[in-house]
């Protein structure tokens, strides 16, 4: 084997002296790579702090590494080491409007001024961290609220003259009956069924009234979050009684498994129930009426089809607005009521019908955010 000669003195004093002038020129790019990043934190810690949304680091178990000023005024101090999980279950709840999740008390009370965040978050880097950033969109809120509000205002003024007519035509009958009710030789059998038609025509103004209050309203009152395959059970056994007295075939069905919605569950199941009853009323015997819900993508989908004599297109274009109806006894808000619990939640109501074949009533819901995911 050879082996290399020694080396002399020389040799050795200046492969010391090159070592020594390596070592040091890495010591001096270390520092100034030291330097660099040193600045680049500061420039870091300035811009995060400068940003008017909140920001925060979570590393690869799900913990918060770092957060701004502005996620801290939106979250409150001390996020640094906590679970994000955790934080979010705590102090953030869905609400009926897809990425926007509203700030709560630890008693579960919304925070007063109320605020509003919508949240969003970037996928995992190669090291397992995340950053979720978090916008206050209150005031947008409050915007989109008061927007609602005008419209309504707008359609309450249009509809005045429209309550009128709808309220004198029943007060008129069930005062005619009333004052029937007062004639001294009217017998038992005729007493009777002016009483029941006085009693019918003022349960006609108070379902009026009702409806016009709900219309009215149009803002979600109360927020939980609810199975949405047990509401399709639930709308079944609610329209059971009215099924067997239309004799007609009704069928319901939910390829939505365990899947939760946020929102007022009792306004979207009387919206639901709006759709199911007009479609019955529309079916004639031995006719089929279907209830399906189902996903699609980020959606909720509740169909309700009918085989009744469908709908012309001149009357489409006005079935939802209010006092607008077909029927005797109807007071003409039903639809309109229902797309504005649809609306309020995220959502909408279409309709697609032919003549002579039948109508389907579409009522579509976002899926909220996995609380999970954040």
């Not at 009215?216 to 509401?231: H, N, P, R, Y």
């Not at 189902?294 to 006005?318: H, L």
């Amino acid at each position: 084997m050879n082996q290399l000669p020694p080396l002399d003195a020389v040799q050795l004093a200046e492969a010391f002296r090159q070592f020594s002038e390596a070592s040091a020129q890495l010591t001096q790019a270390y520092a100034g790579l030291e330097s660099q990043v040193e600045r680049l934190n500061e420039r870091l810690t300035l811009l995060m702090a400068a940003l008017p949304a909140g920001v925060v680091l979570l590393d690869e178990r799900g913990r918060v590494e770092q957060a701004n000023e502005a996620a801290e005024q939106m979250l409150g101090p001390g996020l640094s080491g906590a679970e994000w999980a955790a934080v979010s279950r705590a102090q953030l709840r869905l609400t009926e409007s897809p990425g926007e999740w509203e700030r709560q008390t630890p008693d579960g009370k919304s925070t007063e001024p109320p605020l509003r965040l919508a949240l969003s978050q970037t996928a995992e880097d190669s090291a397992g961290g995340r950053i979720v950033l978090l916008h206050d969109v209150s005031e947008a809120y409050q915007m989109r609220l008061a927007a609602v509000r005008n419209e309504r205002l707008a359609a309450m003024g249009e509809m005045v003259a429209g309550l009128a007519h709808q309220l004198r035509t029943p007060l008129a009958a069930a005062l005619l009956y009333a004052g029937n009710l007062a004639e001294p030789t009217l017998g038992p059998a005729e007493r009777a069924r002016c009483t029941e038609r006085t009693l019918d025509r003022l349960r006609h103004l108070e379902r009026l009234i009702r409806d016009m209050l709900s219309f009215a309203k149009g803002e979600i009152s109360g927020q939980e979050s609810f199975d949405v395959c047990e509401l399709v059970a639930e709308l079944e056994h609610t329209i059971e009684p009215m099924v067997a007295r239309r004799a007609v075939h009704f069928e319901s069905r939910c390829d939505c498994g365990s899947l939760i919605l946020a929102g007022n569950r009792k306004e979207i199941a009387g919206a639901l129930t709006n759709l199911l009853e007009n479609a019955l009323q529309a079916t004639p015997q031995d006719g089929r009426v279907a209830l399906k819900a189902e996903r699609v993508g980020e959606r909720v989908r509740f169909s309700v089809a009918d085989t009744g004599r469908g709908i012309e297109p001149a009357i489409r274009e006005r079935l939802f607005d209010p006092f607008f109806t077909t029927r005797a006894d109807g007071t003409g808000l039903g639809l309109a009521i229902a797309r504005g619990v649809a609306r309020a939640h995220g959502g909408d109501i279409t309709l697609s019908s032919k003549p002579g074949q039948g109508s389907t009533f579409v009522l579509e819901l976002p899926v909220p955010c996995d609380e999970e995911a954040l």
